[in-house]
């Protein structure tokens, strides 16, 4: 059995994916995850995959370059996701909810909690400006939406500060740490379902918003279901 | 030149710190947040501080000794703070302002941004067991405290969330990322001044307050001037 280029396995499939990078992947997300980035070994991510080590650097020369990947895929539906919800029209109170909700979902229903590793030194290599690019234009979409909700909030607002537009994203990643307590049994896990509206809310109390979220999250839904659906981890 | 138990040194001293175990924390907390802990060795906190290794091993038997006590350090105050705060009269908006307040002040005055810690593999492990059940408390007392705030805010309010209770403690955990941002020049730091009641006034936002937060604002760190001075970083 071989798929595509490299050595042919040296067993059966043992991790999920439809390609040998995919099933490295997956291995290397439980390894940096469970493991640590720094304690774990390219020589041990192949033999969880069932492949020689030459053939895992056909397809990802380094470690390193297995992180990107990973992180890439933390940020880059949220951002394609952010980028269809800021051209589509409506209120920017709905579109930040929409964007929230679809980027708490998605962090909560990736396989490995991968944010948790956003805050390792090693991500201040040269190697991962693409995706801390990747990462600030999200922040940008972000920050772009709070501040036209912040004028509808508040039409007669008076100072807005950067640091308040900043708060949804901060708030979104919290979903990050929150996962990672659940994972960890230190927070029951049944009692935080549903969390991504949750943080959604927040996005929008944290601006100043005083009203009911009943109308804000069915237009939510129904922007997503017509933005993203097919794209979405929602469905 | 010798400072307590231990060999001398082998030369002058080269961290701050009144005693040697200060001097290798501070090595420490430099270089498990700037280089990664699984990437550091105690050789090279002992060269950092100018000992020898086997006087790092006289104060700390293990690395892992030495990340214990650093985190401890995260979560002590604050929880001291807190133990005081919810004794002291008053509403429990402004008891939760204070806390929150006090904590993101904590966590962002540190030298090291040590939080940043929290999501490592390497704490699940049975030595972090104490400094987890700290900061279990310590998120016991955001919930206690918010619980309260919610029943204060609207005193018909229907169904309050455990998820709900916990969001201003995700809050101001919230402020470890950002100060990672800021320290890895992805936020400028400026406009993230004052951050601390901005993150406070977010807690009693996410709840539901929608009134003014000057009086609020203003009884917090009135409470904080009576029931942490002197142990305070605000001072």
Known sequence: MTTGPGRPRLTSQRRPG??????????AGELFTTKGFAATSTRRIAEMVGIRQASLYHHFPTKEEILVALLEETVSP?????????????????????????DVTQLTATKWNLGALYLLPELLSDRFEPFRTQRTLLRGHYRHLADLALAEIAADAGTTSPALADLPFRIVESAIATRADIERGLLPGPEN???????ADTCLRALGWTNSM????????????????????LN
Chains 1, 2 share one sequence.
């Open 214 to 233: 009943d109308e804000i999250r069915a237009e939510s839904r129904a922007l997503l279901a017509r933005t993203v659906t097919g794209t979405s981890p």
């Open 18 to 27: 439809q390609t040998t990078p995919e099933e490295i992947l997956d291995a």
């Open 78 to 102: 949220a951002l394609a996701a952010a980028q269809r919800i800021s051209d589509a029209p409506g209120p920017a109170t709905v579109r930040l909810h929409a964007l929230a909700t679809f």
């Open 193 to 199: 379902e549903g969390a991504a509206g949750l943080l």
